[in-house]
């Protein structure tokens, strides 16, 4: 099991166990992560329901002639040299001092997992932008996400996408009426696409498609630099509507199209 809060085989394998803090603390400019849960108490931990661990992942350096890992932990040293997590109300008392919202693990929607990056390598703008070009979809439909960007000035970010969005518009307005079942609009063309490399006995179909065009606009460009550059692009999408890719076509001619393939 890798659920937030397992202890997994080690004493200390951390408060946050499977979510990969390791990936996580390079947006930390100091490659740091600090993760404090709230989670149901396990028979393995009776009564603990909140943890709280932080962990810093530097390269192997010598300093003198101690040579270290590069790896340091934010937690309750043991006699044998581990850390465990800090737990119960010290966790919450080190994530207040830490400015991190506690949360309470006997409301189901409190529970979960706070990451803090010291330090971070994106600004606030370039993390609304990344959530935006990975997440519009679950945005776009009402109650599925909530997120909320907010600047170190207070200043709260706006995450509303529509079919008006000048990057991103071709691709929701797509999706929106393929998910709708409205129908082929002028200029655009959906599929259930069934073909597969390898045989999916019983399966109909692998995923569905929507595809757009722009004849006034992008898919006609009326230069011919403009139409070197412009490229036919779908949005590859899976559960929970998430965008994992930007495909580019590898056909150059117009007219070019932007698209979206759910998978099933």
């Known amino acids: 099991r890798q659920e937030h809060g397992d ?29 404090y849960t709230a989670y149901p108490a396990v028979k393995e931990d009776p009564g603990i329901e909140r943890r709280l661990l932080g962990v810093t992942y530097w390269k192997q350096h010598q300093i003198g002639l101690s040579q270290y890992t590069g790896w340091a932990m934010l937690g309750v040293a043991q006699p044998d040299d581990s850390v ?18 506690t949360r309470n693990p006997r409301s189901v929607e409190d529970r979960g997992t706070t990451l803090l990056l010291p330090d971070p390598v994106f600004s606030a703008e370039e993390l609304r932008d990344a959530v935006l070009c990975s997440w519009w979809p679950a945005l776009v439909d009402d109650g599925l996400l909530e997120v909320r960007v ?46 597969s ?22 898919s006609f460009p009326s230069r011919k630099a403009a139409l070197a550059k412009e490229r036919s692009i779908v949005a590859l999408m899976r559960a929970p509507r998430m965008v994992v890719k930007y495909d580019t076509l590898s056909v150059k001619e117009a007219p070019s199209v932007r698209g979206v393939f759910v998978a099933s």
């Open 7 to 35: 202890r997994a085989e080690r004493a200390d394998a951390g408060g946050s166990y499977g979510f990969g803090k390791g990936g996580v603390a390079q947006a930390s400019r100091i490659r740091t992560v600090v993760a």
């Open 84 to 101: 465990k997590p800090f737990d119960g109300m010290f966790a919450d008392l080190l994530a207040k001092q830490l400015a991190i919202p």
């Open 150 to 195: 907010v600047d170190v000035d207070g200043t709260e970010l706006d995450l509303t996408v529509t079919a008006e969005h000048p990057t991103l518009g071709a691709f929701v307005d797509a999706y929106l009426n393929r998910e709708s079942n409205q129908g082929e609009r002028e200029h655009e063309f959906h599929s259930d696409v069934v073909r």
């Open 197 to 218: 490399a390898v045989p999916l006995p019983g399966v109909a179909s692998i995923g569905r498609a929507a595809f757009v065009a722009d004849p006034a606009g992008w």
